[in-house]
């Protein structure tokens, strides 16, 4: 089973400058929390997670934490959560807040040809809850997750 | 003493003494090392044999290979050059001035190199909980949080170099040729050794399905190797950590960044054994003879950090607030200063250096401990970054 056999084709996508509140938007409309972000040539840049949006609570710029969090020596004063409820935000940030500034850059991505065995060690071990497929030059073909290869698996077997 | 009630009774130690600095606002780097001198030097227990080392060689290990994690190109690019130039001038000036205080004091020559070597590390943990305190926000604040999460690294490098210069000296040898092959070797050795490691290491990844578990394992592995690998050839251990990270994150950023929140995820009880087994090497029976050398390297690095961050804004062009400031504000040491300090301790033990070191090293961190909030306070108020409830 191949994973173009179980993806799918229909994908929301965001730009990188897609705002804050359009992403909110996107969340609230549909029941996944996980959208490519695609550049005007359908490559992809990055991934942006509903959990990315709480980067926005932190004290500091998300460069400065990343840079910090990978010091051994770092610890965090206070947890996550209180960044929620504590740190003011103004207005404003809902337009000035774009994807690019949230997206993880760190994409694993796989081809249309590779097999679905592929796409599922990849998921697991990346901790990953969506795959984005593409071709050979990185533009993105459509999303595979658990629940699709699962489906494929349990078709193929009858089940479903 | 068991070496599994040993090690059960640091952890249990660590972490009650961590939880009650904690309320103080004191890091806990402290707790660890006050669980070590309350276990050694107060109840007078040994650690067992070999732990010292194996603590050491783990821990640095892994500092070192996730210091080096840091050192993307993205991310030195989105960095920028300001805080490159900054961050450079503050080092060695920093390195310099304590180098010249504390010579001026001892007239010792391979002390002062080392304790030059350690001083410019600056604790994150200490001046960021400052800054979000005061609700910190501005240039100044995000230059220093910068600086806090790269002087490490810098600081690994200034001691890797300032270390083979020490033994050098006290080496004694005198050909020219041999003294500059000598630490051309630990340096371009190390780099050599942790560049062709991450090379190999990214490409195997690269063309091995591994889980999670597997780059756990491997990624622990292969920094030990590395640490091990380089102290049989003779080249800076940390350093050599340090590049097979910078190599790995660069070549294979995905593994590099699993790597990094897994081997994150079991630093804690790593770190209280570590700096537990610092605190158990701390002998304040030499405190009464160098407590000059503890006020001229504390006045040394203030002044040099001040100096260093004030010439390095100014090289950079940066805003007055942060030549002005900046340097108070990252008084803080903590950490891999007093971890670099027990492994040059090690490394130096044969030259009747090693002990001087690591009591001089604990006591001016907890003196910076101390101090240093109040510096990155008053910085960052003087600035105008601190938010209005707080003022």
Request: hydrophobic share 50%; proline share 4%; with cysteine.
């Amino acid at each position: 089973m191949l994973v173009k056999d179980v993806m799918r084709r229909q994908v929301i996508t965001v730009k990188e400058s897609t705002t804050l509140k359009e992403l909110m938007r996107i969340f609230q409309k549909y029941p996944f929390h996980h959208l490519p972000v695609v550049k005007e040539d359908g490559t992809v840049v990055g991934i942006v997670a509903l959990e990315d949006i709480l980067k926005i609570f932190e004290p500091f710029p998300p460069y400065l934490m990343e840079m910090l969090r990978r010091n051994p020596f770092y610890t965090e004063t206070e947890p996550e959560e209180t960044n929620l409820f504590k740190v003011d935000l103004p207005p404003e940030m809902g337009v000035l807040c774009v994807a690019e500034d949230l997206m993880n850059m760190n994409v694993v991505t796989i081809k249309e040809d590779a097999t679905a065995m592929e796409a599922l060690s990849r998921i697991r071990s990346y901790n990953l809850k969506t795959l984005p497929v593409v071709d050979e030059d990185g533009r993105l073909q459509g999303i595979v997750n658990l629940f699709d290869i699962l489906m494929g698996v349990l078709k193929e077997k009858g089940i479903f | 003493m068991n070496i599994y009630v040993f090690v059960a009774l640091i952890l249990l130690l660590g972490f009650i003494i961590g939880r009650l600095l904690r309320r103080i606002g004191l890091t806990e780097v402290l707790a660890y090392l006050t669980a070590g001198l309350i276990i050694g030097p107060v109840f007078g227990v040994k650690a067992p044999e070999h732990f010292e080392s194996l603590i050491t060689a783990t821990t640095l290990a892994l500092v070192g290979y996730m210091v080096g994690l840091s050192f993307s190109f993205d991310f030195l690019k989105k960095m920028g050059r300001k805080i490159l130039i900054i961050l450079t001038v503050e080092v060695l000036i920093t390195s310099f001035v304590v180098w010249g205080f504390v010579y001026a004091v001892t007239k010792n020559l391979p002390l002062a190199i080392i304790l030059g070597s350690l001083a410019p590390a600056t604790a994150p943990a200490g001046t960021v909980a400052v800054f979000r305190d005061l609700r910190a926000r501005g240039t100044l604040t995000n230059v220093a949080i910068a600086i806090v999460g790269l002087d490490d690294a810098a600081g690994i490098i200034i001691y890797s170099i300032g270390l083979v210069w020490v033994k050098m000296l006290l080496g004694g040898k005198a050909s020219i040729l041999s003294s500059l092959l000598h630490p051309a070797w630990e340096i371009f050795g190390a780099i050599a050794l942790g560049g062709g490691i991450g090379a190999g290491l990214s490409y195997i990844t690269r063309k091995v399905r591994l889980s999670s578990d597997h780059i756990f394992v491997i990624s622990i592995a292969i920094a030990v190797l590395c640490w091990g690998l380089a102290e049989m050839i003779g080249v800076s251990t940390i350093l050599a950590c340090m590049v097979l990270g910078a190599m790995l994150i660069n070549l294979n950023g995905h593994i590099a960044n699993h790597s990094n929140k897994l081997i994150d995820s079991i630093m804690t009880p790593i770190f209280i054994l570590f700096f537990a087994a610092i605190g158990m090497e701390i002998n304040f029976s030499q405190f009464v003879s160098i407590w000059p050398v503890v006020l001229m390297y504390c006045a040394g690095r203030s002044v040099g950090k001040i100096i260093g961050c004030g010439m390095g804004g100014v090289l950079s062009k940066s805003e007055p607030k942060i030549t002005r400031y900046l340097g108070i504000a990252l008084l803080n040491q903590a950490g891999v200063a007093v971890g670099l300090a027990f492994l040059a301790t090690q490394q130096l033990s044969g030259y009747g250096l090693g002990g001087i070191i690591i009591t001089l090293m604990a006591t001016t961190t907890a003196l910076f401990q101390i101090i240093s909030p109040l510096g990155t306070q008053y910085a960052v108020k003087r600035a105008g970054e601190a938010s209005a409830s707080n003022l």
